[in-house]
């Protein structure tokens, strides 16, 4: 690997030079597209100031789940080199393990009124609390059954396949289990959907909801506790040694099972989180909720350079508001936000291989 | 020394109990108890499952993971192997013994109070939880359960024993299977000419008589597995020999049969082109779709260029599905009366009388299978192929040796997308209807998977591959709700056990795996 980094041939010039080709022309119309569509937005505006607030409002909150999420990735990326494909279906475990938390304490009853109306930020905590511990749960032993036998595979595909196996697995296993019907989130009270601040405007009302600010608080936090886990520990050094070079951290006394044991562990902690915040902030869900967020995040870290951690963050929020946003700038139907991320992560892949943030040489070299 | 197997026998009965906890909630137990009453019994319907077949699965399970626990320790050739065996058996059965009884106390008392859990949990009907209780009360079943684990965990252990000490029968199967090889029976008969030339005529006038001798329901089952063999051929080509994991593959099915569909259909375009034109026309557009996705990905790798054609399959589903372009593409209602070709007149001439619509689609997907098959053939042993496999196995010595990487990517992906095409513009033209859902991810997936199930890169596995995942679940009609969720398994267990196919291309294995290379080296040494 090294070998071939540190000395380019001549062939690999050349076709670096045939693909810069390539980016530059895609790159220009796309520019030139985008740049169109402002003067359009400008000249004729279709959506007044407090649409764009609203659609930026609904960006940011999705874009903290996605960011929770593609932190998963980009971890496992960096120690293991393998997009975790079932990461989306941790996700779902999550949600689903809150679900339950919130349904048994609202069936649960204290005097004449229920458990979850009583005491609401205990209830919180819990269904938070089983959320995360269910999915760490479940990603450690994903790792362990489905990954680990095949880190020495000679068939570079393997893991890969292993991944999308586990994947439909988990959604089949929970669609037989808890039926194929959607489900709705039973909020505590003081924690209800829909509800929240209004801010009025001059051409209409936001409503910033309760459980939006919540989902982005608490997302956030996560995300810097995260950021000095991985900077100030020991475990997350050894998580930035091996993702930096696999053999020298061996050398340097890193037991590598338990970095990447270790690494699952908090990757379906954050997704477990990032579960139960969606649904209490979208309400419904069933078991496929995990694949559209699941693939949206890892192009989130794309986006964000992979095995880049900020870089995850910053890709989750961007992609959350372009999502949201880029329907009405665009003037196209709401119904096709997906096909912009999906285009998003193709034109990235494209233009900035190493993504946004990305350091550009060391990280070419993996795509 | 105790503790340490004392600890892992617990670890092995809390797997054990764990599996069947699961088994429970999917309702998989009792599923396979019916299909095995089925077998013994007359096929009347059974609501309520004799609890002789459960007791005999839940048996089976133990005995089955104890076996295993015991051979994988070597318990067998230890000191005082007897008791470790015993003690083994009895605490792995004891243990997942209480972990299955605690549950089912738990489920039985719900019941018994009237609660009904399907709300929660989908598959534990009061039914089922009946069967699991063994129709008896609460206490009843404890006992049963405890009985069947610990039975079977210690038989299970104890036939493990057998099975080892009896390794001495085990070689003289060796030497029998060894002098087998020598003789080279098989090879020879492989490699002669006229018997290699007769085989395959036999199985050309064997396909081509089948249709003739079975049923509707067979054809129909049997146009489906063949349409999946096209598309795991076209796979196989891009993801066997070129080794680009492409995973929106369904994105140029659909664009095969979308075209043909919008071409042959009275709406919504109401062009109704006959067969032959559209087809050719739809295997164009999903080469140029090839096309598109190629150029752009050439210079991605593995899970990048995975995740970018998925992106890619989306957006193309995402498209036909809104109701943007519902005037061009009839949008989530889909297309309707999509054109068939005519049978020939001299066939027409010949047989007297037409043949059967059914079984004429059906020599139509045969026809089209055994030409993508000699395409494949002809490209995988040409120049274009080894370049490709060359390709797979290291990109940059490819490049080093005069291929142009990013030139025979995009024609992998060209070639396979057109084979997609292909079997889509059939697909639709069969079913004389198409809708977006048809298109999801699944038909991706399943199509991977049969390349994957059959082995990379072989053609023969592609064929075996699509009978698995097509044909197979037809025949387990009763385990239809389980198809996915055994599949998902049956995809990390193929990696972990079997990473290269079932049927594995000859080239493959060949291929130097790297603790053969370590032998290698140290026989080597001076």
Known sequence: MDADKSTPTTIQKTKVNRIN???????????????????????????????????????????????????????????????????????????????????????????????????????II????????????????????????????????????SAVGASIFLETAAQIMFGPNKKTYKNPEILSRGSGLNINMEDGMIIITKTGIFSLVLAILLMIALYFFVQKTKLGKSIRAVSQDKATAQLMGINLDRVTSQTFLISGFLAGAAGVMWGLHNGIFNHYVGFLPGIKAFTAAVLGGIGNIPGAMAGGMILGIVESVGPAFLGID???????????????????????????ASNVEKV | MMNKLLSKAIKNGLVAGVILIFF????????????????????????????????VIIGLILFLSTASFVRKNHLANEKSAAI??????LVSGLVSGILVSTLNAILGNYLNNGVDLRKYLDALSPDVIRNFLFQTDINNAIRIYMATTVGGAV????????IQKASKLNGVFRSLKKGYNNLQIQKKCEKHPIIKKLFI??????????????????????????IYAILGLGLNLIVGLSGQLVFGYAAFYAIGAYTFALLTAPKPLGIEMSFIPAFIIALISSGIGGLLVGLPVMNLRGDYLAIVTLGFAEIIRILINSNILADYTGGPQGVKDIGQPHQPAFLVKILGKPLEENVWFL??????????????????????GRSWEAMREDETVAQACGVTTSFYKVLAIVIGAIIAGAAGAIYVSRNTYTGPNEYAFMVSVNALAVVVIGGMGSIPGALLGAFIIKGLPELLRDLDNYRMLVFGALLIIMMVIRPEGLLPAKRRKLAVKPQSLEVLKEDLKP
């Not at chain 1, 609390?129 to 393997?158: C, D």
């Not at chain 2, 000699?374 to 995988?380: C, D, E, P």
């Open chain 1, 21 to 123: 080709w390539l980016r530059l022309i895609v790159g220009i119309c796309a520019g030139v597209f985008l740049v169109y569509r402002l003067i359009i937005q400008i000249i004729r505006p279709e959506y007044g100031p407090v649409y764009w607030l609203g659609f930026i409002n609904t960006g940011l909150i999705v874009g903290g789940m996605y960011a929770l999420i593609a932190i998963g990735y980009t971890l496992v990326y960096g120690v293991m080199m393998l997009i975790n494909f079932a990461h989306g279906d941790i996700m779902m475990l999550g949600c689903f393990a809150g679900y339950f938390t919130f349904e048994y304490l609202d069936f649960l009853t204290i005097g004449d009124s229920n458990f979850l109306n009583v005491y609401p930020i205990l209830s």
């Open chain 1, 126 to 161: 819990l269904a938070f609390l089983m959320g995360t511990g269910v999915a760490t749960v479940s990603g450690y032993f994903l790792e362990k059954i489905a990954y680990r036998p095949l880190r020495n595979s000679h068939v570079r595909l393997a893991p890969l396949i």
């Open chain 2, 201 to 226: 005529v036999f199985v050309v006038i064997f396909i081509f008589a089948l249709p003739m001798i079975i049923n509707a329901y067979t054809i129909s089952v049997l146009g489906i597995v063949f």
């Open chain 2, 84 to 89: 470790k065996v015993l003690v083994s058996g």
């Open chain 2, 155 to 162: 038989l299970g252990a104890f036939a493990s024993i057998v």
């Open chain 2, 24 to 55: 429970e909630m999917i309702n998989f137990t009792s599923t396979i108890a019916v299909i095995l009453e089925k077998m013994f019994v007359s096929d009347k319907k059974v609501k309520e499952v004799n609890p002789t077949y459960m007791i």
């Open chain 1, 334 to 360: 709401f119904q096709l936000k997906d096909v912009i991320s999906f285009t998003i992560l193709i034109l990235v892949l494209i233009l900035k291989p190493s993504g946004l943030f990305g350091k550009s």
């Open chain 2, 363 to 384: 020599y139509l997907i045969i026809i089209s299978l055994l030409v993508v098959i000699y395409i494949v053939y002809r490209l995988q042993y040409s120049r274009i």
